[in-house]
Nanobody, 125 residues
Framework: QVQLVESGGGLVQAGGSLRLSCAAS????????MGWFRQAPGKEREFVAVITWGRGETIYADSVKGRFTISRDNAKNTMYLQLNSLKTEDTAVYYCAARSSFGVIPTTARQYAYWGQGTQVAVSS
């Protein structure tokens, strides 16, 4: 069983920064790609960013491009999301997800098999 545990969320003022972490564990965990999604109250879960575990290829949602940076530490089985220049509209629960099978770089929730429980990010004005 693969387990994903997010951390690093919190309350921050607009313009501030946070760093989210997602630690992966499991008996035979081997990711092809890991991604971040977020879900604001009353809204659907939306894609934020993805990184492939081998080559480190990245894709970002337009809404976070230039402000958020996704990275990974293969040795620690941990993925990160650096959130800079935060806006009130970034307020959401942030989820990490993992996909183990190869294919196109996944940018939709249905392409991921494993999910964390989420960490809250709140940005005040």
């Amino acid at each position: 069983q693969v387990q994903l545990v997010e951390s690093g969320g919190g309350l921050v003022q607009a313009g501030g920064s946070l760093r989210l972490s997602c630690a992966a564990s499991g008996r035979t965990f081997s990711a092809y790609a890991m991604g971040w999604f977020r879900q604001a109250p009353g809204k659907e879960r939306e894609f934020v960013a993805v990184i492939t575990w081998g080559r480190g290829e990245t894709i970002y949602a337009d809404s976070v491009k230039g402000r958020f940076t996704i990275s990974r530490d293969n040795a620690k089985n941990t993925m990160y999301l650096q959130l800079n220049s935060l806006k009130t509209e970034d307020t959401a629960v942030y989820y990490c997800a993992a996909r183990s099978s190869f294919g196109v770089i996944p940018t939709t929730a249905r392409q991921y098999a494993y999910w964390g429980q989420g960490t809250q990010v709140a940005v005040s004005s």
